[in-house]
């Protein structure tokens, strides 16, 4: 079974300084996540959404409360930074699969998925091709298929879109749904943009300012699959200006 959902109580982080106050980055986070649910995080710069996303996947300890995972004992993390982060003298292929190759699991049903996912991902024609050759856009695909590569049940995405273009960013956003739809992932996804939280997310947890607390969480109630026609439908502009007054 590859599944996880998990539970945080109480997580607080604070930040011991060398030179100042201490920084407290979070504060009484609540948060249960089920199975296969895509959910954003959005508040102001500064409020903790990072340091919450690296608290869920290991990368650092809350200074308080619990986190319990449920379905897999230690879930395996796929984890998507804001910068691509590409090997430069590996190919789209070789980068992609960086994580098979460390794990040492180059099976042939790994290798036959992560083709699947270069195809999925627009990138079949381009498994030869170094990053330098690439577009920030497609550089930002394979680093999302390298995430994806080994088929971990959970998703953690810090600003995945946020250097791209608007265009590219609406495009990769309906690619990633598409994904999503496919391997049934539980997505956790840090974003500035509020379109782009509604769009793409089962519920939007809407973080305060520093001590970053969660102010509400926000079931986006829109059909799927989501396409051009949602981002034009009445609903769609309601859930952004609700979510947009509530972050000012
Ligand atoms: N390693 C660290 N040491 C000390 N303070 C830190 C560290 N990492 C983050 N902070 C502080 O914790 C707070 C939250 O930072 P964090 O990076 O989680 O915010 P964020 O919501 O992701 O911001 P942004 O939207 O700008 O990316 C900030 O005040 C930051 O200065
Ligand atoms: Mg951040």
Redesign the pocket.
């Given at each position: 079974m590859n599944e996880v959902s998990f539970s945080a109580k109480n997580i607080g982080k604070i930040?011991h300084?060398l030179l100042k106050d201490d920084?407290v980055?979070l504060q009484n986070i609540n948060l249960d996540i089920k199975n296969g649910e895509f959910i954003s995080i959005i508040?102001p710069?500064?409020?903790?959404?990072?340091?919450?996303l690296r608290i869920i996947g290991g990368l650092d300890s809350p200074t308080s409360g619990t986190l319990t995972y449920s379905g897999e004992e230690n879930p395996e993390l796929g984890f998507v930074f804001q910068d691509s982060v590409l090997l430069p003298w590996k190919n789209v292929e070789e980068n992609a699969g960086f994580p098979l190759k460390i794990k040492k699991i180059e099976t042939k049903k790994n290798m036959d998925n992560l083709d699947n996912l270069l195809e999925l991902a627009g990138l079949a024609d381009f498994k030869k091709s170094l990053p330098r050759e690439l577009s920030g856009g497609m550089k930002q695909r394979v680093s999302i298929v390298r995430a994806l590569s080994y088929d971990a049940p959970l998703l953690l995405m810090d600003?995945p879109f946020g250097a791209l273009d608007a265009i590219t960013r609406d495009h990769l956003n309906i690619e990633l749904l598409k994904i999503w739809d496919k391997t049934k992932k539980t997505v956790l996804f840090?974003t500035?943009s509020i379109e782009e939280a509604t769009f793409l997310s089962d519920k939007v947890i809407v973080m305060t300012s520093?001590p970053?607390q969660i102010k509400e969480i926000v079931d986006i109630d829109l059909p799927r699959p989501r396409n051009e026609e949602t981002r034009n439908s009445t609903d769609f502009s309601k859930y952004n200006q609700y979510l947009r007054e509530m972050i000012e």
């Open positions: 930040y300084n920084t980055a508040g710069s500064g409020c903790g959404k990072s340091t919450l600003e840090v500035h520093r970053g």
